[in-house]
């Protein structure tokens, strides 16, 4: 290269990012790392186990080795990298692959119409973000995924907020949206004085109810069933909203903040945690991609800065807001009533 030229090797890593994204997520989906978690075998063992045809599973798991998500020994054995062994391993409690296996079957092909929805501005799901959801928890198996991989993105940031926010100053709660009850299960644990629950739609009860039996905190965490465009919001001394005003349009970020207000007891407070964009918007591309997400999903959602979530609960009544930084890539917005 000539001295004193750019050099185009971020062009280049990015511009083919695809092909190194989709390999991880093939493998997931193909539980490549779940059954090397048994056992080490060689690649003609694991493409059998796997499912493969021969021409492509050398690079396929060299790929996965040259990554850092394999290791081949000298007589040719395949095995898990630590992390993937601890992440992507279906038969692990830490398995965090059932978000990518979503993001493998839907959300991969999707990201290849974001040049349509960038010039129609339409949500390129085929259904509403409404719908969405309905249709997703028509189908036990595709309900499953959903839900672990709502665990698996906000496990993280649920342990920081247990661990972070004054709960010993408050004696209930209710997680709003809260699909299996990721963060109420991790608040309880912390802190035994508290007694709450999820509020999610009725098809989520199930999944709830199995969460937080194998928890053993049936006692203290209960399910409320309904849908938060019919009904108000149950009462608590602190509400939670996690990853849910994204999805919507800002009259519905609105109505949903006006209606946590409502259900805030006097004294209490609100907890908004997301995946906030940075307010320079240049520092970290991960909140404006998480937007770009919303483009392709839903019908008017998107991702915002601490700033403007603290506009917007202020408007809703809500006082002393103030941003703190999670585990992750979240945040939480903090509100008092
Ligand atoms: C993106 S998930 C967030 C799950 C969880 N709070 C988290 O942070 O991992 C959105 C949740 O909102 C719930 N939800 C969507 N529409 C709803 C509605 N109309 N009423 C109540 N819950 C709804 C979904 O069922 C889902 O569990």
């Not at 990721?182 to 009725?202: F, N, Q, S």
């Not at 603290?310 to 992750?328: K, N, P, Q, T, Y």
Request: hydrophobic share 45%.
């Amino acid at each position: 290269m000539l001295a004193g030229t750019p050099s185009p090797n971020r062009i280049l890593e990015i511009g083919c990012g695809f092909r190194a994204s989709k390999v991880l997520l093939s493998a997931i989906e193909l539980g490549v790392f779940t059954v090397l978690a048994e056992q080490s075998l060689d690649a003609a063992a694991l493409m059998r186990q796997t499912g493969l045809h021969e021409r492509g599973v050398r690079d396929f798991f060299d790929s996965l080795v040259a990554l850092g998500f394999l290791r081949r020994s000298e007589n040719g054995l395949y095995s898990n990298t630590p992390e993937a062994d601890f992440y992507l391993d279906r038969g692990k409690p830490t398995y965090i692959g059932a978000l990518f296996e979503q993001y493998s079957t839907i959300g991969y092909g999707l990201w290849n119409l974001l040049t349509q929805a960038l010039q129609t501005g339409l949500p390129q799901i085929g259904v509403a973000a409404e719908s969405h959801f309905a249709h997703t928890y028509a189908d036990p198996a595709r309900l499953r995924t959903f839900v672990k991989s709502m665990t698996a993105v906000s496990l993280r940031a649920a342990k920081s907020i247990a661990v972070q926010f004054p709960w010993r100053d408050y004696r209930t709660f209710i997680d709003i949206g809260t699909a299996e009850g990721c963060l109420p299960v991790e608040v309880a644990i912390a802190h035994p004085h508290l007694r709450g629950g999820g509020y999610d739609l009725p098809q989520l009860r199930d999944s709830f109810a199995a969460y937080i039996h194998e928890r053993g905190l049936s006692d203290r965490l209960h399910f409320h069933s309904g849908n938060f465009f019919e009904t108000t919001l149950p009462a608590a001394d602190v509400v939670v909203l996690g990853n849910i005003l994204h999805l919507w349009d800002l009259d519905t970020k609105r109505m949903l903040l006006g209606k946590a207000y409502d259900s805030v007891n006097e004294g209490g407070a609100l907890i908004v945690y997301e995946t906030l964009i940075p307010e320079d918007r240049r520092s970290n591309a991960v909140g404006m991609l998480a937007s770009l997400n919303m483009l392709l999903w839903t019908a008017g959602g998107f991702d915002f800065s601490g700033t403007d979530c603290a506009g917007w609960m202020r408007g809703a009544g809500f006082r002393e807001i103030r941003v703190e930084s999670l585990a992750a890539e979240e945040s939480m917005v903090i509100g008092k009533k």
